[in-house]
């Protein structure tokens, strides 16, 4: 019954934005650590950014990004509207992939991906 539903994503020029939003449903959204996955044609799927649910204090703070999208790309959440977003700002050809929503569930409970959102960055 666990279901997380992504939107947002598109064809957008180098250099151009995109706000990516996953929609969790069936879980306790706030005791869920959320996170963003990407996977291009050829390559293995790759962590892109974690936000913990604060439900453990974690002295490292509570958000993780790739080296890759340091700087350019911001990962948020709502808990009221259980919501996890992914703002991507100048975005370059090498972001081209499929984007995933994960959650584990509170306390590491369980293992459960959206159906993905084509992002393309292309001119």
């Known amino acids: 019954q666990v279901q997380l539903v992504e939107s947002g994503g598109g064809l957008v020029q180098p250099g151009g934005s995109l706000r990516l939003s996953c929609a969790a449903s069936?879980?306790?959204?706030?005791?869920?650590?959320m996170g963003w996955y990407r996977q291009a044609p050829g390559k293995q799927r790759e962590l892109v950014a974690v936000?913990?649910?604060?439900?453990?204090?974690?002295?490292?703070?509570?958000?993780n990004y790739a080296d890759s999208v340091k700087g350019r790309f911001t990962i948020s959440r709502d808990n009221a509207v259980n919501t996890v977003y992914l703002q991507m700002n100048n975005l370059k050809p090498e972001d081209t992939a499929v984007y995933y929503c994960?959650?584990?569930?509170?306390?590491?409970?369980?293992?459960?991906w959206g159906q993905g959102t084509q992002v393309t960055v292309s001119s």
């Open positions: 994960h959650t584990d569930g509170p306390y590491k409970s369980g293992d459960y």
């Open positions: 069936g879980i306790i959204f706030s005791f869920s650590d």
């Open positions: 936000i913990h649910s604060g439900a453990v204090i974690r002295s490292g703070g509570n958000v």
